[in-house]
């Protein structure tokens, strides 16, 4: 099993990045082509969700992506630090931005923020068939994987 971990400040020009190494990495373990486009942007999407998170609630930690090659599938997990809030105002209820907080109504953003958040994980869903989201006090999670094709190597 081969791991490549990837992890960068919460800053949207570093999705960019993080999409052309989940595509080589996908390519390298296995992936038919014709899913990397869904690769580039679920790994797009989920990153996007994980920038905006940190920035709206001024967490400084670096976004983490991991990649990883198992034998008959490949699997990316993008993982946010914004720790998962028990009660109150923002607090995460239903699958509101998938278990995230929103900012609290009346505060700017609030709607903004929610419908952008679960925008990006119904394109996620349409895009992959095998997709988990959790969240916890350490932070959220999205889980996706693809199937990959045994490659044949040349003596």
Avoid at 36 to 57: F, I, K, Y
Avoid at 92 to 108: I, K, L, V
């Amino acid at each position: 099993m081969a791991t490549v971990e990837l992890r960068f400040s919460a800053l949207p020009e570093h999705v960019r990045t993080a999409r052309l190494v989940a595509a080589a990495v996908a390519r390298r373990a296995g992936v038919d082509e014709a899913v990397l486009d869904e690769v580039r942007l679920a790994v797009g999407e989920a990153c996007t969700r994980a920038v905006g998170l940190h920035r709206s609630n001024g967490v400084d930690m670096p976004v983490r992506v991991v990649l990883t090659e198992e034998e008959k599938k490949f699997s990316i997990e993008v993982g946010d630090e914004v720790p998962e809030t028990s009660s109150g105002p923002g607090s995460r209820t239903g699958d509101e931005a998938a278990g995230h907080p929103a900012p609290a109504a009346g505060e700017p953003g609030a709607e903004e923020a929610e419908d952008e958040g679960t925008m990006g994980l119904a394109v996620i869903s349409g895009l992959v068939d095998d997709v988990e989201v959790t969240s916890g006090p350490g932070g959220g999670v999205i889980r996706m994987s693809w199937p990959t094709t045994p490659t044949v190597e040349l003596p």
